[in-house]
């Protein structure tokens, strides 16, 4: 069976840093994309930053450049999501999901987000 | 980027009832859409791709019709778990976005 777990929940400080994890099993890691997905609270669903753990290549929506940094550590299948210097707009629910779709990303295609991880909430409060 | 929009926002319906939800594009996508479910406390789940393709293990009485610019979820008849929200989603361009989502809830 496929799966994503991710880590629990964390509470942080605004200011403070942050690293969440995404691990993969029942599929051979390094061959597929996996997209962080973010859910502030009562809202809807948008897309944060996408890797390639067989090679780290990795891609972020215009709305979370400069704000994050998506990572994969391949010998134990493992994404990461972080943050250096939260915020308190950052409380949220954080998903990992796998990208079904080729290596090769290009518009115009048929891809989708599954399955998803269970979510890690994250709350930046002082 | 792609403006995903689903009307109505939410609605009430009984368990049996035929429902429709509908997903428009700010540009036509062809059939680059995706839907999913979203139970309460829990992870989105993928039900249809490509507008109509319906994932496996998902009940057939899900169905997802459209191209274009407009699309819809369709579930044949309500069952208690179906009570959920529903979101559309294009994969048309590479910055994928979501529509605010459909909240299905009980009469």
């Known amino acids: 069976e496929v799966q994503l777990v991710q880590s629990g929940a964390e509470v942080r400080k605004p200011g403070e840093s942050l690293k969440i994890s995404c691990k993969g099993s029942?599929?051979?890691?390094?061959?597929?994309?996996i997209v962080w997905v973010r859910q502030m609270p009562g809202e809807g669903l948008e897309w944060m930053g996408i890797?390639?753990?067989?090679?780290?290549?990795?891609r972020y929506s215009p709305s979370f450049q400069g704000l994050i940094t998506v990572s994969a550590d391949k010998t134990i299948n493992t994404a990461y999501l972080q943050w250096s210097s939260l915020k308190a707009s950052d409380t949220a629910m954080y998903y990992c999901?796998?990208?079904?779709?080729?290596?090769?990303?290009?518009?115009?295609?048929?891809?989708?987000?599954?399955?998803w991880g269970q979510g890690t909430l994250v709350t930046v409060s002082s | 980027d792609i403006q995903m929009t689903q009307s109505p926002s939410s609605l009430s319906a009984s368990v049996g009832d035929r429902v429709t939800i509908t997903c428009r594009s700010s540009q036509r996508i062809g059939s680059f859409l995706n839907w999913y479910q979203q139970r309460p406390g829990k992870a989105p789940k993928l039900l249809i791709y490509a507008a109509s393709s319906l994932q496996s293990g998902v009940p057939s009485r899900f169905s997802g019709s459209g191209s274009g610019t407009d699309f819809n979820l369709t579930i044949s008849s309500l069952l208690p778990e179906d009570f959920a929200t529903y979101y559309c989603q294009q994969s048309y361009i590479t910055s994928w976005t979501f529509a605010q989502g459909t909240k299905v809830e009980i009469k």
């Open positions: 999901a796998r990208f079904g779709g080729p290596r090769l990303i290009s518009s115009a295609a048929y891809n989708w987000f599954d399955p």
């Open positions: 029942g599929y051979t890691f390094t061959n597929y994309w």
């Open positions: 890797i390639y753990p067989g090679d780290s290549d990795t």
